[in-house]
Structure formats: structure tokens, C-alpha cells
């Protein structure tokens, strides 16, 4: 492969985004395919750096409510609809406009009703790849978000035609390349395409001494990073602190991010001020340091089909960290429990506490587990390891469209 790959992550953040672990991702893997073949990486319409992972913004919660708010809720996601729409479009002749390098192929994130990407592979007559996440309109069901009578074709027009017309769709997960096998993309135009994780920026090291700051020298802290959203689990916070009161009164919940959920927990912090602190949002440069400074590390997640794949898992795996990890998604089904992590069962605080505790207590059990994490994560695989298998699915794609009157142009 001569030619750059172009990685495109389409749309604009949400006002309640923290760090958006979608735009980590697609950085990620830009940085790792730009050390391979050359890459060329788009934020919405801004091109970037692709191995700058510090041009991912930290977004700070809004405390206000958006004009969205002064409709009934019931027309509220139609709204949305609308302006993923309306947006794609502004993309698609933004892209039309701008002058681009010539790329072997497009690598375009998803993203209701976004088909520049695809577009502008038809026209030169190369390979458009979908790295899809989610299924949008499924998975803001899972949230609640109801779409009555009209959620069907929002699914048919903005998302199942992009799937289906893409030469490649890489899932996240094999639960959401099922899915995409449901909605009818063949099994030879599919790729089972996991995150990653940067094995030398996530790495063991020294911890940071910024805990002392937030006064938590001399306690056991149990860290957790990511953004405050409902498919997370944070709803057991509450619950878990209380245990921890009871049980290991030394133990501290330290949480780093922001996000939607973020009142509902800062509510909990309030109540559990000695179990639960909240650190406010960290830059990507900062994670690493905050994972290292962790006793111990976190991961929580609610009951029920997962095609959960989160980064946050195999950082703090990569920094060599003992870790609690919901068994939800298929990276934590593959973790060995009392190996790798302690594996507890989803949307139970009483199991996450027990395992807290027994780490807390356990000075040999911390050190095997934090070697075993560390060969976990060098296991699972890194984002070079990802960026050489799409690579190399990319490399046997036959471009179902010819070129079209474009050359060096998008």
C-alpha cells in the first residue's frame, strides 16, 4: 500500500461529552495505521495529527439545557435525527469541496446517516471501510430513548444502507458483528475488529503525586476513568460505597471524568464523602498517570446483552494494575479471574465490595494480579495489532465501485 489511508471520525461532540473514548479510539487507530502505511486523519471536518491523542478535547459537563429541552421528550429524538442529518450533509459537501490527498482507502467511524466517507471511496474507485461501534438507534433504545412508529426507518435509511454499502464493516465486538450479520452484511464483507490499547503510553510506572493533593495519601484508592453515562454502570456507586463504610472503611472510590450521570454521582459523593471522590475530567496524556496511581482499578457495568468492549478495561490492564472487572462484553468473558483480574458478576456491589476488600487485605494478591494484567493486555492485543489486521482485511477488499471523475480530489 503506496498511498495514506484516510480515517475519518464523523459528526460533532455532545454537549455532556468528556473525553469521548469513540474519539480515542479513532485516533488510536489512526496513530497506529500512520506507523504502518501513512495516514491521514479528519475530526468532523478539521484534519488532525493522527498521533496526537491530546487534540481529543476534554469537554466539560453542561450545566445547562439545551433548546431540545423546551420540546415534549417524546419529539426530542427526532430532533436528534434531524440534526445528524442535517450535519452529515454539511459534511458530505465540506468533503466534496476540500482538496484531498490521494489515499488508498477510507476508514470512516459510524454514525447515523454519515456516508461521506463512503462517497468519496465510490468516486476514486478504492476501498471504504465502517468501523462500527454501535447500532445508534438500538442502543439509545437500550438507554431509553424511544422513537414510536418511526425508530425503524431511522435504522433502514441512516444506518443499515451505510453498512451494507460499505466494501468492509469492522465491529467492535463478535456480539455486534452478529448483529450486522442480522441486518443482512454478508459474513465475507465483515471483520471482527476489537480496541486496543497503546502498550508504551499505558504502561507500569511510578504512581503521581497528585492523590496527595486530594488527600487520599494513606488509603487504599480504587480508581475508575471514563465518561458518566448510564451503559457503565455507575448506578451502583451508591450501594458499593455504603458496603465499603461498613466493610473497609480505608477504602476510597476515586473517579475520574464527567459525563450526563455526573449530578446523579456527585449526589452520591456527597452522601459517601469518605468513600467517594470525585476528581473532576482528565486529558488523554493524563490517564496514563492517574491509572498508576491507583491501588487498584474499577470497572463497573449493568446486567444484560453486552457488545461492550471498553478501553478503560485494557488501559488499566496495560498499566500493570490490579483490577475488579464486571464480567460484561467479550474482553472480560476471555479475563481469567484471579489471573488477570478479579471477574464479578455485573450490576452487583456486594460482589465488586467483597473484591475490593480482598484486594485491600491481599499485598500477594495485588502483585500477581498485576503481572497477570499486564500479560493480559500485551494477550489482547495492542492498536498496532489492530491497524495490521485491518491493513491486511483492507489489502484483499475488491472495490465494488469504479472511479468516478475524481483523482487527488475528495
Not at 210 to 226: K, Y
Amino acid at each position: 500500500m503506496s498511498d495514506p489511508v484516510l480515517v475519518m471520525l464523523p459528526g460533532r461532540a455532545s454537549r455532556t461529552d468528556s473525553v469521548s473514548a469513540r474519539s480515542i479510539a479513532a485516533a488510536s487507530l489512526a496513530a497506529a495505521i500512520d506507523r504502518r502505511v501513512g495516514a491521514i486523519y479528519l475530526e468532523g471536518t478539521e484534519r488532525r495529527d493522527p498521533g496526537e491523542i491530546d487534540a481529543v478535547r476534554v469537554r466539560a459537563a453542561s450545566t445547562g439545557r439545551s433548546l431540545a429541552y423546551a420540546v415534549p421528550r417524546i419529539i426530542r429524538p427526532a430532533i436528534g435525527d434531524l440534526r445528524h442529518a442535517a450535519d452529515a450533509r454539511t459534511a458530505a459537501r465540506g468533503l466534496a469541496r476540500a482538496p484531498i490527498p490521494r489515499v488508498a482507502a477510507v476508514v470512516q467511524f459510524h454514525r447515523r446517516f454519515h456516508r461521506e466517507g463512503l462517497a468519496l471511496a465510490a468516486r476514486n474507485g478504492i476501498p471504504s471501510v465502517v468501523r462500527v461501534e454501535a447500532l445508534e438507534v438500538r442502543e439509545e433504545g437500550a438507554w431509553g430513548v424511544r422513537r414510536p412508529a418511526y425508530g425503524s426507518l431511522i435504522e433502514r435509511l441512516g444506518e443499515r444502507t451505510i453498512l451494507r454499502d460499505a466494501d468492509l464493516t469492522a465491529a467492535v465486538s463478535p456480539e455486534l458483528d452478529r448483529l450486522l450479520g442480522d441486518l443482512g452484511v454478508p459474513a465475507a464483507r465483515r471483520l471482527v475488529l476489537s480496541n486496543g490499547v497503546d502498550l508504551e503510553r499505558f504502561a507500569p510506572g511510578p504512581p503521581d503525586a497528585r492523590l496527595l493533593r486530594l488527600g487520599l495519601a494513606g488509603r487504599f484508592v480504587v480508581g475508575w476513568v471514563g465518561g458518566f453515562r448510564p451503559h457503565h454502570g455507575l448506578q451502583q456507586i451508591e450501594p458499593l460505597a455504603r458496603r465499603l463504610r461498613e466493610d473497609a472503611p480505608d477504602v476510597v472510590l476515586c473517579l475520574v471524568g464527567t459525563g450526563p450521570l455526573e449530578a446523579e454521582v456527585a449526589q452520591a459523593a456527597r452522601r459517601f464523602p469518605e468513600q467517594v471522590v470525585l476528581a473532576g475530567p482528565a486529558a488523554p496524556a493524563e490517564v496514563p498517570m492517574w491509572l498508576r496511581t491507583f491501588d487498584a482499578c474499577v470497572s463497573f457495568a449493568e446486567p444484560g446483552p453486552y457488545h461492550y468492549d471498553p478501553m478503560k478495561v485494557l488501559e488499566s490492564l496495560a498499566c500493570g494494575r490490579p483490577l475488579v472487572a464486571a464480567r460484561a462484553g467479550d474482553l472480560a468473558s476471555r479475563l481469567r479471574d484471579g489471573t488477570d483480574a478479579l471477574v464479578v458478576s455485573p450490576g452487583d456491589p456486594r460482589s465488586t465490595a467483597a473484591a475490593i476488600v480482598r484486594l485491600a487485605r491481599d499485598r500477594e494478591l495485588r502483585t500477581t494480579l498485576a503481572t497477570g494484567a499486564r500479560l493480559a493486555a500485551v494477550r489482547e492485543g495492542s492498536w498496532d495489532d489492530r491497524a495490521s489486521a485491518l491493513l491486511d482485511a483492507i489489502h484483499d477488499i475488491r472495490p465494488r465501485a469504479e472511479p468516478r471523475a475524481v483523482a487527488g480530489r475528495a
